[in-house]
């Protein structure tokens, strides 16, 4: 058993004929459409409108969402997303994904708690390309602390004030609409609706925050409001009860997160190898020495694991019975186990690793988002102890 | 017009094949296999003339073991409208595949039948050749265009030197050069609609072909593995190794 991408990969017993048809075909786009100008972009620090449109035509935005809507959800289960997820990870930089499948967690809201009225109006146009959403929850005050967010949507009449700001959003800059948690009732985490906010909207601001670690090919942005007037029929859900949105949003958002994490771990494993195999220090090859065998070993026990792993909360997700503190520290697994390869990799590719134009180099500087964004390792841990009744 | 496209499971394109240790077969345990790009170009030809309103409907048939149905199923999720399984066992060689290409043309009648030009497997190239003698119909080879005009069809065929345009009376068989077209990719939606199309399994007895063997493989080796390169100090040394040891100045 070799330890390229493909062979480091687990059987899985779910899988049948659609799934690796829907991988194969999603290879032949991916390394056609994006894998050439993957480094370009990310240097570039943008992918292009025209990207939208194809994965539109591919299938990849609307996996999971109804063909009503332009989506594809008959015969869709977890495997066919967890094999998106893997496949964009391959691309190994991370800002790619993170803003082409940044809908990913505006949309789900929408489609979820929303009107049928918002889901016509904004879903066919986001699964086809044409149109963004992005998911408001950060702001400059806090990330970690969800229940205590400031901005808020002051009644009036038929519509919402909305006055205050939001930071860290993937795909800010692009958004048409964006999913944002506002303050409508008391405080604390029972006083929190979501609100869609077009853009377009009078009293809307937003700017870039170009200069990141990582993610360079994705838009991030502080979004402001002030005093933007939206209808009340923009809520997404009950009034109040945003907080339960949010909640049930993240553990979509950290399964995909955690299996493009596994997955850029197992490009670290393959460059690695490759070139373990190929180089040679005190006359023998890099894998030959002891030092860098244990390395690799322990890379691919902490991969296997992380996929071990993401397999059983995917089927706890198929079976309805998903535990959030499961699926919290899967995250935690995920990003540790990104971090050590990541790191680990960097070290057998040496001094060639480290000039920028390959896939290890970009993936280096992906670690640290996946550990904060999406929640925190610490607020992840956090969380698991309470919902395992500690 | 009904139009057959022949798709056949080989060794994807990007895996580096291994020879077995006792140099019976090339080694296909647990190797990633795909349509033969040839075939893909079919197929592809194929579904475009339907979109053209040329063909009415387009029939994607495999030969081989039940899991070249994988590969009928792509053919249809890339536009075909349905299949046909001829199940067989081991290997079979490209007379009996002609034979048996020749039984589903008997049974469907089709008025052009697309192949691929070769498989990237055992690059015979001769399967469609030998379908055009049994089932006594034109071929054009290599095409790099096909043009369907009335109750013909206009090959542009890829031949040493240049081009050769020829003009095949229908019912005609192509097969198919890599300039012909672009593969499209298969959309997610079409993957799963693909489930439900048709995909009718037939035996080589069901057509009355008996599967016969002329051709015993003795034995499969890997090339030779190059030489590492060296460097040269400066152009005289290259100069003096190129006359002297490559000899080839
Ligand atoms: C590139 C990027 C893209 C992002 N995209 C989005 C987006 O699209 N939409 C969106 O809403 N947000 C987005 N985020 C924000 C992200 O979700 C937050 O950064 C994250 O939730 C952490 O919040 P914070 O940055 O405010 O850190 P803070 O909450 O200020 O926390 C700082 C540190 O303290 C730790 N900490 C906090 N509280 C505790 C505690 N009680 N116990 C122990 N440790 C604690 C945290 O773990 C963290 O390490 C993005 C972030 C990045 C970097």
């Known amino acids: ?390 | 017009m009904k139009v057959l496209v022949a798709v056949k499971r080989v060794v994807d394109y990007n895996v580096k094949v291994r020879a077995k240790g006792d140099g019976s077969d090339v080694d296909l345990n647990n190797v990633k296999m795909a349509i033969n790009p040839f075939c893909e170009i079919a197929v592809e030809e194929a579904v475009r003339l339907k979109e053209a309103g040329v063909a009415s409907e387009v029939i994607a048939v495999s030969i081989g073991e039940k899991p070249c149905q994988e590969q009928i199923r792509t053919a249809l999720a890339l536009g075909a409208d349905r299949g046909i399984h001829v199940e067989t066992e081991g290997k079979v060689e490209p007379l009996v595949v002609a034979k048996l290409l020749k039984g589903v043309v008997d049974k469907e009648e089709p008025q052009l039948v697309i192949l691929g030009k070769q498989s990237i497997d055992g690059d015979n190239n001769q399967t469609g050749q030998m379908l055009g003698a049994l089932a006594n119909m034109a071929q054009g080879t290599f095409a790099s265009e096909v043009k369907v005009d009335g109750d013909k069809v206009n090959v542009t065929r890829e031949v040493d030197g240049g081009l050769q345009t020829v003009s095949l009376k229908l019912p005609a068989i192509v097969t198919t050069d890599l300039r012909l077209n672009e593969p499209r990719y298969a959309s997610l939606p079409n993957i799963m609609k693909a489930k439900k199309k048709q995909l009718d399994v037939f035996s080589p007895a069901d057509l009355g072909v008996e599967v016969t063997s002329h051709i015993e493989q003795v034995k499969v080796e890997p090339p030779a593995e190059r030489q590492a390169g060296i460097k040269v100090a400066d152009v005289a040394e290259l100069v003096d190794k190129l006359k002297n040891e490559a000899k080839v100045i």
């Open chain 1, 1 to 390: 058993m070799a330890l390229d991408f493909d062979s480091a990969r687990l059987p899985n017993p779910h899988l049948t004929e659609s799934h690796h048809a829907w991988r194969q075909q999603l290879r032949r786009f991916i390394d056609a459409e994006i894998m050439p100008h993957a480094d370009d972009w990310d240097e570039a620090g943008h992918i292009p409108d025209t990207l939208w449109p194809k994965a539109a035509a591919v299938g990849l935005l609307g996996l999971g969402y109804p063909e009503a809507y332009g989506g594809t959800l008959e015969g869709i289960d977890s495997w066919h997303a967890w094999i998106a997820q893997e496949e964009l990870a391959r691309i190994g930089a991370g800002g790619i994904p993170a803003s082409l499948m940044v809908h990913g967690i505006g949309l789900p809201p929408v489609m979820f708690w929303g009107s049928e009225t918002m889901k016509q109006t904004v879903a066919p146009a986001v699964l086809a390309g044409s149109k963004h959403i992005s998911l408001g929850i950060t702001e400059p005050d806090g990330g970690s602390d969800v229940a205590s967010i400031r901005t808020t949507a002051v009644r009036e009449g038929d519509s919402f004030i909305v006055n205050g700001s939001k930071t860290f959003i993937t795909g800010g800059m692009r958004a048409d609409w964006v999913s944002t948690a506002v303050r409508t009732g008391e405080a604390g985490a029972r006083g929190i609706s979501m609100l869609l906010i077009p853009t377009d909207a009078e009293g809307f601001s937003r700017t870039a925050l170009p200069r990141k670690q990582g993610w360079w090919a994705s838009d991030t942005a502080t979004l402001y409001f002030d005093n933007v007037r939206v209808p009340a029929d923009q809520l997404i859900g009950p009034e109040n009860q945003g907080f339960w949105v949010i909640m049930t949003n993240f553990n979509r958002e950290r399964m995909a997160m955690a299996a493009g994490m596994e997955a850029m771990a197992r490009v670290c494993l393959e460059e690695a190898v490759t070139w373990a195999q190929q180089r040679q220090t005190f006359g023998k090859r890099l894998a030959d020495h002891q030092v860098i065998r244990h390395k690799i070993a322990r890379m691919k026990q902490l991969i296997n694991a992380t996929q071990s792993n993401i397999r059983l909360c995917f089927e706890s997700i198929e079976a309805d019975q998903a535990n959030p503190g499961d699926i919290a520290l899967l995250k935690v697994q995920a990003s540790e186990t990104l971090e050590y390869c990541a790191r680990e990799a960097m070290q057998i590719l040496g001094g060639m690793g480290y000039l920028r134009g390959n896939r290890v180099e970009r993936i280096y500087r992906e670690v640290r988002v996946n550990a904060i964004g999406g929640g925190s390792e610490e607020i992840m841990r956090d969380l698991a102890a309470r919902q395992y009744g500690l």
